[in-house]
């Protein structure tokens, strides 16, 4: 098992959907993320907030033997999202976005992050983004998400960064403004030319796709009923496909492919509520069954 180093945002949310809605609720890509990774591997988070951010959040990710090392807190408010979701789920309208904290974020690592073989820069500032990985000592592989706010805010920065990294995980719509290209194959085929060897493209109830230079891999999301919150879905996708790398250790095809499965996994239980709250219920079994369900679920003789 190796270890598995994240920066991103931790988060307060206001979150409306044609189902409900939260106000200050946790959230945070980084979040989302680590939660998610911690039921495969062990975690080192780096990140920012503010003197408002419950306590008891912070105590929830160690409970999950996330190592907060790296977390600072400093004078002024947490980075703040409101966003709002219409009945087709897949695309979040942000209404706010307030930096806080963020604005003014100088990451420190602790010395024994600097070795984590497998790394995860989360939505976040790219300037940051960069930032973390110039301080890490060779790691083994690193993955890049980003969001139309930074893609329009930072295309430079964004463009450096994704030069470093050797995979980058974005959801569909994101993919084509980053490479201006409607088609999504070939906004992957464009992405992979400027540094990544592994794009795997977020599609939300249509699943998700892999490219690389001479494969395509395809996994369904899991069916589901009902979906109340699809925030922090793309996070913990994140956060099963790093968690399940790091945790076996390897960045095969085959390793690739089973990682894509279980974020696939891990994504349909986080929408099934409110900000963390299905995953704080979630167990490893709970993540395995499903697993085998969707082995099913994909199997067809031809
Ligand atoms: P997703 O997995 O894409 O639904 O990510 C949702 C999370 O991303 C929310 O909990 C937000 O707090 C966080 N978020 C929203 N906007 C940004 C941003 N510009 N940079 C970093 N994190 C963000």
């Not at 790691?139 to 329009?152: E, Q, S």
């Not at 996994?219 to 925030?231: K, N």
């Not at 399940?244 to 239980?269: C, D, H, N, P």
Request: glycine share 8%.
């Amino acid at each position: 098992m190796a270890d598995l180093l994240v920066t991103g945002t931790l988060a307060l949310d206001d979150v409306r959907t044609p189902f409900g809605e939260v106000t200050d609720a946790l959230g945070g890509s980084a979040t989302f993320f680590a939660y998610a990774a911690s039921f495969f591997t062990d975690v080192k988070l780096v990140a920012v907030v503010g003197q408002d951010f419950p306590k008891e959040h912070l105590e929830l990710l160690a409970g999950r033997g996330v190592d907060l090392a790296g977390v600072q807190v400093t004078d002024g408010r947490t980075f703040r999202w409101t966003g709002e979701y219409g009945y087709d789920l897949n695309e979040a309208r942000t209404l706010d976005t307030r930096l806080g904290v963020l604005a003014d974020f100088k990451p420190e690592l602790p010395p024994h992050y600097r070795r984590c073989p497998f790394v995860f820069l989360a939505n976040l500032d790219p300037v940051i983004q960069l930032d973390v990985l110039r301080s890490m000592e060779r790691p083994r592989l690193v993955a890049l998400d980003t969001m139309n706010f930074w893609i329009k805010g930072k295309p430079e920065a964004l463009r450096a960064v994704l030069h470093e990294v050797d995979a980058l995980l974005i959801n569909d719509t994101e993919a084509r403004m980053l490479a201006a290209e409607p088609s999504l194959v070939r906004a992957a085929r464009a992405i992979l030319a400027w540094g990544p060897r592994v794009v795997v493209v977020k599609r939300g109830e249509y699943g998700a796709l892999m490219v690389t230079p001479d494969r395509f891999f395809f996994v369904p999301a899991y069916p589901l009923e009902s979906v109340f919150d699809p925030t922090g879905a793309g996070d913990t996708f994140a956060g099963g496909f790093m968690g399940v790398l790091a945790g076996e250790g390897g960045t095969s095809e085959a390793a690739l492919r089973r990682a894509l499965v279980y974020g696939s996994v891990i994504a349909s239980f986080t929408v099934e509520d409110f900000s963390l709250n299905r995953l704080k219920r979630l167990t490893r079994p709970d993540i395995e069954e499903r697993c085998r369900a969707f082995r099913e679920m994909m199997q067809v003789e031809l």
